[in-house]
């Protein structure tokens, strides 16, 4: 039962193997290894991207077997106030397309394909050497392995060299990355001259003990914005010195997964993810679209790019006035039968992709075409401009609603004090979270130091422990109070993306993915308190709501009935950005209403009480599910339907 002991057990061995830096190995042989050691079985030869599991143990993967990045195996979900746990059994040979989410008490046989932006839910099987695809997976046709070149032979050295190679550059990585830190603190001890010095204060009594705390978390806050700009921007030159001084340029074409260009790919990916942890806040931003091209990109001019994942740099081109929206895969390699295939990726002028959706490396999209959100784009052949894609399968639709009457200026094409104004605030929105760890390290110290120099190291321990916890707690209360102050409370409203208030919101956004979410929220997933949490911030939600998600944004929109269960990565999206203009509504979940994982319910949208949603499943914009229905699909429909359909 939920809440139980088993639950219990099973959420801490969650939340301990996340905090793990996974990211600095996966897609290297060393991921697997870390795999097997936390349970799972897993054969030779085994090529895992950006894999996340929620029972290892309960988890096989045949020899020879590829999975792809953003690769979601939820062999654990809460539903009906239980927690459910099964198998997964990954045959030989399989191959895993990128953001598929497999839950538990299912199988893919030997040679048997799952397509990109697919979800197999619990009880459905890939017969061996079959193509399935779509949320539900549906078969799609044969696979002949007769179809790829045979899997090059590898020696035992060359194994061995690989690792040692995977290992020194992620430990390289660290390294590096970790040196901007240096000219960081240099900054701000040079800055902290002796007229601002608090201790003075404390010794001759002026202040208490926890005034002085105030005063070096204020003081050390200030400081440390120059000091963050410094550091963020020596991030931003080591990656690009190490990308263009030690890897070469990748082409499109084929090679095996134990060569030189694999390796040389896979590091250009983990300089990319080393560097989010620093860099998450460029993302979203007028700064974002730099970034790109100094990574190799191509993007055209008055594009707006998010958290894109995947990303092969010298593969992309981005035409001018492009949106690229939350969480996209876009354009990520394909793995299958030990070869690694890269091919260009173009998106074209004024094109618009939605959150989640999945963009294959090999795509060229037309102009003015939208993606919609969580959706698969269908083969170049079918594009044309001006269309409209929704689902997987991709569904043609053959009308869109468009925004229309506000002025170009305040969408596509802003004034340069625009542009300087939204730069301004969002150089604040970057900086900010790293002067706030950085002010925090400071004064936490310098609190424990007296207790160091009398050698109490039992009380310095107590006192780090205590103030890491309490860290977190006002990690959370700077972002809410920083909502509150900024934006106030959401609701029903449209506006243009070059007004102060999408800055203003997106920065209450950034801050709380990139300070709120990693630093406290985090770690309160799958517990009653993360509910309480989301409550301060103006969320509506019930008694003995289960939330293993964080994925929220507008929170005054988001209304949750009692003991509803949102199992993981599941969003109630109050807001969209097609054209341009920032819609936000709200979003109405209600009582004993049980989203499956990765589940996306639009603004607009109602579900009734007692409704369940499968896994992947898109509830669209002003939709409403009946009370006591089951759903499943992008877009969503009918269970029976999509079972049958199955």
């Known amino acids: 039962p939920l809440w139980g002991w088993t639950y219990y057990r099973w959420w801490l061995a969650n939340r301990l193997i996340e905090s793990a830096p996974v990211y600095m190995i996966a897609g290297s042989p060393l991921y697997a290894g870390w795999l097997r050691l936390l349970g799972a079985r897993i054969g030779p030869e085994v090529v895992l991207g950006t894999v996340s599991l929620r029972v290892p143990e309960l988890v096989t993967i045949g020899e020879g077997a590829s999975l792809g990045n953003g690769v979601n195996l939820e062999n654990a979900r809460v539903e009906g106030g239980r927690l459910h746990l099964g198998p997964i059994d990954i045959g030989a040979h399989a191959c895993i397309g990128s953001y598929v989410v497999i839950e ?6 030997e040679w048997g394909h799952l397509e990109g932006q697919s979800a197999l839910a619990g009880g459905q099987a890939v017969p061996a050497r079959k193509v399935w695809h779509g949320s539900p997976a549906r078969e799609r046709g044969e696979f002949d392995p007769a179809s790829l070149p045979p899997r090059p032979a590898v020696t035992r050295q060359r194994l061995h060299w690989e690792r040692l190679c995977y290992g020194a550059g992620a430990l390289a990585v660290a390294v590096l990355f970790f040196m901007p830190v240096f000219p960081t603190f240099m900054l701000i001890d040079w800055l902290d001259v002796e007229a601002i010095a608090v201790r003075p204060l404390l010794d001759d009594g002026s202040i208490t003990a926890w005034q002085a705390f105030g005063l070096r978390l204020l003081k050390f806050f200030v400081l440390a914005l120059p000091a963050s700009a410094v550091f963020i921007l020596a991030t931003v030159l080591l990656s690009a010195l190490i990308r263009w001084a030690f890897l070469p340029r990748m082409q499109a074409g084929r090679w095996p997964v134990h060569s030189n260009r694999y390796l040389a790919k896979w590091l250009v990916n983990l300089i990319q993810e080393a560097s989010l942890a620093v860099l998450h806040g460029i993302y979203a931003t007028v700064y974002s679209a730099s970034w790109y091209r100094l990574l190799g990109a191509r993007v055209g001019r008055e594009t707006e790019l998010s958290t894109a994942l995947g990303v092969v ?37 004024r094109s618009f992709v939605g959150n989640g959706a999945y963009v294959p490396d090999g795509t060229t999209i037309p102009e003015n075409v939208l993606i919609g959100v969580m959706s698969a784009v269908p083969r170049n052949a079918a594009m044309q401009p001006g269309d409209t894609w929704l689902g997987a399968p991709p569904l043609h639709l053959p009308a869109r609603e468009l925004v229309a009457g506000f002025a170009e200026h305040l969408t596509f094409a802003p004034s340069r004090w625009r542009k300087l104004a939204r730069g301004s605030v969002e150089a604040f929105r970057i900086a900010a979270p790293h002067a706030l760890v950085i002010a925090a390290g400071y004064a936490i110290v310098l609190d424990a130091m007296p207790l160091a120099e009398q050698g109490r190291w039992g009380a310095v321990m107590l006192d780090l422990a205590v103030s890491g916890v309490l860290f977190g707690l006002a990690t959370f209360l700077f972002v809410a109070v920083f909502k509150w102050l900024a934006v106030g409370r959401y609701g029903q409203r449209a506006v243009p993306m070059w007004t102060p208030f999408v800055w203003l919101s997106e920065a209450a956004t950034n801050l709380y993915e990139g300070v709120a979410v990693p630093w406290f929220l985090r770690y309160l997933r799958g ?100 009370a006591g229905t089951r759903w499943h699909g992008l877009p969503a429909a009918p269970w029976r339907q999509a079972v049958t359909g199955a």
């Open 104 to 109: 538990g008490d299912t199988t893919v046989g």
């Open 313 to 349: 740099p010298d593969m992309l081109t981005l035409g001018d006035g492009c949106f690229i929206a939350d969480a996209v895969m876009l354009g990520d390699e394909h793995i299958d039968g030990g070869w690694m295939s890269v091919q260009p990726t173009v998106v074209s002028r």
């Open 527 to 626: 517990t009653p308190w993360l509910s309480d949490a989301l409550r301060l911030l103006g969320a509506d939600i019930g008694r003995g709501v289960y939330l293993d998600t964080t994925d929220f944004t507008e929170f005054d929109c988001v209304h949750i009935g009692e003991h509803s269960e949102l199992n993981a990565l599941c969003c109630p999206q109050t807001h969209l950005f097609e054209d341009r203009v920032m819609k936000i509504d709200h979003v109405r979940i209600g009582s004993r209403v049980t989203l499956g994982p990765r589940c996306t319910v639009l603004y607009g949208a109602q579900l009734g009480d007692g409704a369940q949603l499968g896994p992947l499943t898109l509830v669209m914009k002003g939709e409403g599910t009946p």
